[in-house]
C-alpha cells in the first residue's frame, strides 16, 4: 500500500523538490543546529537568565537553529500552511539534535506539552504542529506527553504581523490549564520563538496551575528587532 502510494504521489523536498522525502538529506545538512543557548532575550547564555528577564515566567529556552535560514524558513512555512504534518520528524531530529549539542540533560520530571491551538484551527489544519513534534520527542525520550493540560479558549490575530506590544495584549488570556499541576516540571513546544510572548502567557498560566519549571522548545529561533 505504501509503495503504491509512494508510486501514485511521490514525496518531494519542499525546498529543492528532489524526489525521495520531504526534507532531503542535503537540504537537511544545510541546516546548522545551534551549538549554544540563549536567554529568553538576544544575549548568549549558558545558566540563568539575564537580570532583564529574571522575572519572566519562563524559565529557559532551547532553540534547534535560526529562522533567517532559508531551507528552516521554507520547511516550516510548508509544515504549517501546506500542511505536510511528516516534516515533524525532521524537525524533531533538529531540537534532539540541538539539545544534545548544548548538554540539556531532561530528568523524568518533565512532561511534554505543545503550545495549543484553537479548535478552529485544528480543524482546518488537521493536527496541531507543536503537538506533532511532542509526539515524537516523547517516543524518542520517553517522557510523557499531555496535549489537554493547556488549552487555547480564544481565537486570536496571527502574531506574525503584529508587534511587540501588540503581540503581547493579543495573546493575553486566551490560554487555559484544565488540570493541577502542582510540582510538575514542563517541556513547552512551539515551532518558532520570536518575541517569546506566547511562550511566556502559557507559562504565566502552567505556572499559575501549580507548575515547578516550564523550559520551552522550538525548532527556530527568529532573531527581529520589534
Ligand atoms: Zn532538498
Ligand atoms: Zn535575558
Redesign the pocket.
Known sequence: MKQLLNLLFPKH??????EGSF??????SLIEINPFRYCLCEKLKKEDKCNNCKNRYLDKIFSASDYNNK?VKTAIHKFKYSYIKELSLPFSFLILKHLENVNCSIDTSFILVPVPLSQKKIRKRGFNQSEEIAKNISKVTGLLLDSNCLIKIKENKSQAELNKTERINNIKNVFKVTKELKNKNILLIDDVYTTGSTMEECSKELKKAGANKVWGITIAREMVDL
Open positions: 523536498c519542499v525546498v529543492c523538490k528532489k526534507l532531503c538529506d542535503d537540504c537537511l531551507i
